[in-house]
């Protein structure tokens, strides 16, 4: 391997480790990752114990004295299936399960004669409210949100039919989403939102639903909107079920499957997913690309079922309790039914932590509407956790430097192609002078490229590898060059490179903004259309991706030209992996956002022609080789005011260097 190729993986190595070092999780994250490790095997083996508990309860919990047993403890809940019959047979028992512990057994109790029944279906009327931005479909049966649309929005098929009608964004409708209170009542698990409400009473903006639960007792739905706003009230009231229902009991359902509304499914699925805000712990949120779920540990501040560009967020007045509560997302398998249409189901369990039930109000405030920064920013609940702008220096640079000149730019009325481009350059010419100092050390090492390749053919045995280093420390020192030089403004710069990479996928700004021949900047664009679905790539050829690419190989042989060919054999080639990872973008970029192939294809543009211009007009290699010169003679003199005296790392190369010495004389003793 000749010293330019190990310069290079020695520069990579430490341009890792800084990031690795400076970007590091904190304590508190590491912990929550453990955490997260430990309590997924603590869970599966869990549900290994809880089967086997189950198995022993079955056979010990049978009892042969149907009068002996009183399942109305509020405690105990009968497992009903899908159509409501509760499992299990007269025989070996019917199935209950224990709603504090969760563990499921079998019990022989004295049924009345049509007990369990098949529950008929309850089919309830639809019943529609709307302001200026939001559509809710509400269903009496469960007195529930059947279905919400965003008047201001519409999905990608709509948007490209530009047929100037209004066609409201489906973000879930009639058969998508469950909500509504779960509790144990008597011998029954009482689930409302299978439950037929009346209409109380109802306004232009505001619906009452009532369920009469027994003599005296009732649940009351109520929903108030506003117009201007993306969000509603939400109250629930409980009257009458004093001694009858356990407060700590009755939790709250929420299921939902979105609708598919951007251009690519695959794309759409990969950012969705259930997030929470913990009362104490912060922010947090289930895997998104795989099914997963996770028990609350700690208070719950709020809920977001959160996809691409919108979300739903359901939030308390008073934290929901963790004890009960848990979160769950999955995915679809192959084929099924909801596989070409919705993105995941999203589902959660929440304890109310009522105190009673005899006279119990809990209030809530659901959210609706666009993953906007400023939307989400403007109700103070830290709803903009959900954005990805990535974490740490990341996240901050996102917020506090792109996110704030993008916004200006947009300001101005400019088409959001063009405030791209005029960020992009904006970007570029604040990190300049880092490219000009890059440049710099560049031409230095490319004027000692010849020094240094006698210097490795002057010693070509590894027994004198320490004296080749000393001899090219020591040429760096008296030239004033170093290969370090150009690593620490490249260490500027990817922080912003990296930053821009979650910023333009996860802008609303983006959203169905078209430039060029771009039809929406927040998805692919393509100029055409394959017959067939390549793995990896995609159906489609996307041109900013082949236009991001050619700048970035044009742009990799420019910076390559100091490097030289590899030449021991067995070992990568820096050339190669260099010139590798632009074809390889081609495969990664083309299902991204196309606004982000054309930021990177702009600033890699940009890129290179700051570099021509600096090599033109800022950069005078001969005058740097004459300086360079004058450093070196000066050195070797002793004069011109720098020391000529070895430096300490010298130094200690030289001890390194004898002792390597009289190992190898010792050897040959």
């Known amino acids: 391997m000749d010293r330019n190729t190990i310069v290079g993986l020695v520069l990579i190595g430490a341009i890792l480790t800084a990031f690795a070092i400076f970007n590091k999780p904190s304590e508190e994250e590491i912990e929550r ?120 929005f519409e999905s990608f098929d709509e948007f490209v039919k530009n047929d100037k009608k209004d066609n409201p964004l489906v973000l879930f409708e009639r058969g998508d989403a469950s909500q509504g209170l779960s509790f144990p009542m008597g011998e029954n698990l009482v689930k409302t939102s299978k439950e037929l409400f009346t209409v109380k ?12 639960q027994g003599d005296k007792g009732s649940i009351e739905f109520i929903y ?60 947090s949120y289930l895997s998104e690309m795989a099914s997963d779920d996770e028990k609350a540990e700690d208070d719950v501040e709020w809920v977001c079922f959160k996809q691409s560009y919108f979300s739903s967020f359901l939030r308390p007045e008073k934290p929901f309790a963790k004890s009960g509560s848990s979160f769950k997302v999955r995915t ?56 990805n702008y990535g974490w740490g220096i990341f996240r ?97 710069q990817m922080p912003i490179l990296l930053a821009v990479f979650r910023f333009f996928p996860s802008t609303f700004d983006l959203r169905q903004q078209s430039f060029l021949w771009a039809e929406d900047l927040s998805s692919y664009d393509s100029i055409a259309t394959l017959p067939v679905n390549i793995p990896v790539y995609g159906d489609h050829i996307s041109l900013f991706t082949l236009l991001m690419a050619v700048t970035t190989l044009v742009y990799t042989h420019i910076n390559s030209s100091n490097m030289q060919s590899q030449q021991t054999p067995g070992m990568p080639n820096m050339k190669i992996i260099m010139y590798f990872f632009p074809i390889m973008m081609i495969f990664f970029f083309n299902n991204y956002s196309s606004g982000l192939s054309y930021y990177y294809f702009i600033s890699t543009l940009t890129s290179i022609a700051i570099m021509l211009m600096i090599k033109k007009f800022f950069v005078d290699e001969d005058k740097i080789k004459a300086k360079m010169a004058e450093r070196k003679a000066a050195a070797a003199s002793g004069g011109g005011g720098k020391k000529s005296g070895k430096s300490k790392f010298q130094q200690r190369l030289e001890k390194m260097q004898q002792a390597q010495q009289e190992q190898i004389k010792n050897r040959k003793k």
């Open 33 to 152: 990752e453990r955490a997260k490790i430990e309590k997924a095997e603590a869970k599966a083996q869990a549900e290994k114990d809880k089967k086997a508990k189950a198995a022993k309860e079955k056979k010990d919990n049978v009892s042969t004295d149907k009068d002996t047993l009183n399942v109305a403890v509020v405690n105990w809940a009968p497992v009903l299936d899908e159509n409501g019959v509760q499992l299990g047979d007269s025989t070996e028992g019917f199935q209950y399960t224990d709603s504090i512990s969760g563990v499921d057994t079998l019990m022989s109790v004295a049924f009345k004669e049509d007990n369990p029944v098949k529950k008929k279906e309850v089919v309830g009327e639809i019943i529609q409210l709307q302001t200026n931005r939001l559509i809710i479909d509400f269903d009496t049966k469960g007195g529930q949100i059947a279905g919400v649309r965003l008047k201001e």
């Open 332 to 387: 679809y398998d192959e084929g099924t039914e909801k596989d070409s249409t919705h993105l995941k189901d999203f589902s959660t369990v929440l304890n109310l932590d009522l105190n009673n039930v005899e006279n119990a109000t809990v209030s809530m405030n659901w959210f609706f509407g666009p993953n906007d920064y400023d939307v989400l920013t403007s109700y103070d609940q830290d709803y903009d956790q959900v954005l």
């Open 224 to 283: 108030t909107m506003r117009d201007n706003a993306y969000d509603i009230d939400f109250d629930i009231n409980v009257r009458g079920l004093q001694g009858k229902v356990a407060p700590k009991n009755v939790v709250f359902n929420w299921d939902v499957a979105y609708r598919l509304t951007e251009r690519l499914l695959s794309e759409q699925r990969r950012v969705s997913t259930v997030c929470y805000n913990y009362d104490e712990e912060g922010f």
């Open 396 to 492: 901050w640079i996102n917020l506090y430097a792109v996110q704030p000149m993008f916004k200006l730019l947009g300001s101005t009325g400019m088409s959001i192609g063009i405030c791209i481009l005029i960020l992009t350059i904006l970007i570029k010419g604040m990190l300049m002078p880092i490219q000009w100092k890059m440049y710099t050390s560049s031409a230095k090492m490319r004027i000692l490229k010849p020094e240094i390749e006698e210097i490795t053919a002057k010693y070509p045995d590894k027994a004198d590898a320490m004296k080749k280093q000393m001899e090219t420390m020591a040429l760096y020192r008296e030239s004033g060059a170093s290969p370090m030089a150009g690593c620490v403004p490249m260490l500027i």
């Open 201 to 212: 009473s109802q306004t232009q903006n505001k619906i009452v639903f009532e369920l009469q």
